[in-house]
């Protein structure tokens, strides 16, 4: 249960260490993985944001500020639609591009659409464009925008009044520069008006034209101004006052205006990029050291965790040592406790057969008591029976001698009476026999004589149906037994084999077999001699068997069931035994054991 117990604590830690350190570290990793890839995504569309810008502004401001387009132009510009689709603005810029390819009749129109593009652009990037789109829109519209021009004009004539008066300039000169610039002025103002006029009318491309040739007729009057001022005060102000003057009326001016317009968006365009670049690199070092940082606490962790669950399971591997060290000890318990259980066992057998033995010998004991009882009991009553039986057989003889021809018809009654008297006679026999507790007479004798001349006697009283077959096998051999009692075992014996053949009389309906014989066998087995009888009778069945030992067991109506138990006590008094063997249908034998010497408490007892 310990170590079930602990295995299951070490998988339960085991999955708390990683829920504790994958789990975050997987989250970690989405969110720095997702803001990597979000940023990358931004940075592309940056660039490209700017490439497109790149390529498509200088287009149109050149578009814008009236120079006729090229071939090159319309060439870059179909590239940047690849561009523009990858950002996401395809349809701003398809608007721009068509307003491009028309004829241009509204340059505020295209600029406007300009500003709005690099404004998609921004939204769509993630880059702050809006500003830069506004200058560029101003910046544009200023190009066009001549009031604006005008009021420059003005700044730089204040500006030019300060350089007079610091330099100290002749005042007549300076008066006529004045002048000039006066002039100067108003004819722009002037031209303002018409171009104004022009731009409000742009649908018609010939009243434009017409617009451009009156500032270029302004540009007269201010390539005379410059001259003037060339000579009266080079430097820096004449330079501005060409730069101006180109921006007012030559288209050129525009061109170059719109150069600048486009370097400053550029350089704009750039500065955020570096920005924007520097930012990433500061994101990325922030991400990953973010990153490493959790690794490292994640890593820290795990190293606590799984030695904390190593040291555990070091203690499990205590405890299962410990559980081992108590099996084993267990074990040779178990083994001691097994051979304590086998002596006990043996002794437990031992205590069992001499507690039978003792049964055995008090059961002997009381037996031996009864019997002797039934000895003394059975003598008094043969001995008070006998007489008065003896009288009335000798009654009965005296009486059939006395009424013999007398035609009394009493024979009948006489014969039963002797044959009851024979009866009785046989029982009280049969009792004597078996209560008979006194040791044997041995006496050596030769066995098969002895036993020809006890047969040769009983036979005669046998049935004459019955055959008897000798077959002796001692010779001259002495055997010591008692004659008295060893003549009542065969009596029985040949007594229940003839019964068994032939029943109590000739009558060949009650024949158990056509030829009743009984065989009798004397031979010497081991240290005995053995009388068998044997007939060919109807055999014992194993039921019966088992019980023919029995005292007073008969199947017959007129038997005590005292015959087999008087035979077998007789042949032990002998120091001898009886066998009984049968098959059924076939015969039965009865085999007698008798020592060829006598027995040593029989021998101390004669
Ligand atoms: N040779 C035999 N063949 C078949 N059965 C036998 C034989 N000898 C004995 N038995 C059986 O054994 C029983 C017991 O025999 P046992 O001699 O003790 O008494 P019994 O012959 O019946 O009466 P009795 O006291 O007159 O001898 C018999 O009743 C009979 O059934
Ligand atoms: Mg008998």
Avoid at 240 to 246: A, C, H, P, R
Avoid at 255 to 260: D, K, P, Q, S, T
Avoid at 447 to 473: N, T
């Amino acid at each position: 249960m310990v170590i079930v117990n602990a295995s299951r604590t070490a998988g339960m830690r085991l999955s708390g260490i990683i829920l504790t350190l994958i789990v975050p570290i997987i989250l970690l990793g989405g969110i720095l993985a997702n803001t990597l890839r979000h940023e990358i995504a931004l940075t592309q569309k940056e660039i490209l944001g700017l490439q497109l810008v790149d390529i498509v502004t200088p287009i149109l401001i050149e578009k814008a500020s009236g120079k006729p387009g090229e071939r090159t132009a319309e060439q870059r510009l179909k590239l940047a639609v690849g561009l523009a689709e990858k950002i996401g603005i395809s349809e701003e810029y398809s608007e721009l591009i068509g307003l491009f390819e028309s004829k241009l009749t509204r340059p505020d129109k295209l600029v406007e659409e300009t500003a709005h593009l690099l404004h998609a652009v921004g939204s769509n990037s993630n880059l702050i464009l809006d500003p830069v789109a506004e200058s560029f829109f101003l910046a544009l519209t200023n190009i066009m925008n001549l009031p604006d021009l005008v009021s420059h004009l003005h700044a730089f004539q204040f500006e030019l009044d300060g350089a007079i008066a610091t330099r100290g300039i002749d005042s007549a000169e300076l008066k006529r520069i004045l002048l000039m610039l006066g002039e100067l002025s108003a004819a722009i103002e002037r031209s303002s008006d018409s171009i104004n006029h022009a731009r409000e009318e742009s649908a018609d491309p010939g009243r434009y034209e017409n617009a451009l040739a009156v500032i270029r007729g302004i540009e007269k009057e201010i390539s005379v101004t410059r001259d003037v001022m060339s000579t009266v005060h080079p430097g820096a102000e004449t330079l501005t006052l060409t730069m101006l003057s180109k921006q007012t009326i030559d288209p050129s001016g525009k061109y170059l205006m719109a150069g600048e317009v486009w370097k400053q968006t550029s350089n704009r365009l750039r500065d955020i990029l570096t920005t924007r670049k520097a930012d990433m690199w500061l994101e990325l070092l922030t991400i990953v050291g973010l990153g490493m940082l959790a690794m490292l606490l994640a890593g820290a962790a795990a190293v606590w965790l799984f030695r904390s669950t190593l040291r555990r399971l070091d203690l499990v591997e205590v405890e299962i040592q410990r559980a081992d060290d108590a099996r084993g000890e267990a074990e040779a318990m178990h083994d001691k406790i097994a051979v304590i259980n086998n002596d006990i066992s043996a002794l437990n057998k031992e205590l069992a057969n001499k507690v039978l033995h003792l049964k055995e010998a008090q059961e002997e004991l009381v037996q031996k008591g009864r019997l002797e009882q039934l000895g003394h009991l059975t003598a008094t009553i043969a001995h008070e029976i006998r007489n008065p039986l003896g009288s009335v057989r000798t009654s009965a003889f005296l009486l059939d001698r006395k009424l013999r021809g007398k035609g009394l018809d009493v024979e009948a009654q006489l014969i039963r009476i002797n044959r009851g008297v024979t009866r009785c006679d046989n029982i009280i026999n049969q009792l004597l026999d078996y209560s008979r507790t006194k040791q044997p007479a041995f006496r050596p004798e030769i066995l098969d004589e002895w036993l020809a001349r006890i047969v040769a006697e009983e036979a005669a009283r046998l049935p004459v149906a019955v055959s008897i077959k000798c077959s002796l096998g001692l010779g001259d051999r002495q055997i010591p037994f008692d004659p008295s009692r060893l003549q009542r075992v065969i009596v029985n014996l040949l007594d229940n084999a003839s019964e068994a053949l032939v029943g109590a009389g000739d009558d060949p309906g009650k024949f158990s077999s056509q030829r009743p014989c009984i065989e009798i066998e004397t031979k010497v087995i081991g240290s005995n001699a053995t009388i068998s009888v044997t007939d060919n009778g109807p055999g014992i069945s194993p039921s019966n068997l088992a019980k023919v030992r029995q005292p007073l067991f008969t199947t017959k109506s007129f038997g005590t069931g005292l015959g087999v138990p008087a035979i077998e006590k007789i042949l032990e008094q002998h120091g001898g035994s009886l066998e009984i063997s049968s098959v059924e249908g076939r015969g039965a034998t009865f085999c007698a054991y008798l020592p060829l010497q006598p027995p040593v408490r029989a021998n101390e007892a004669a």
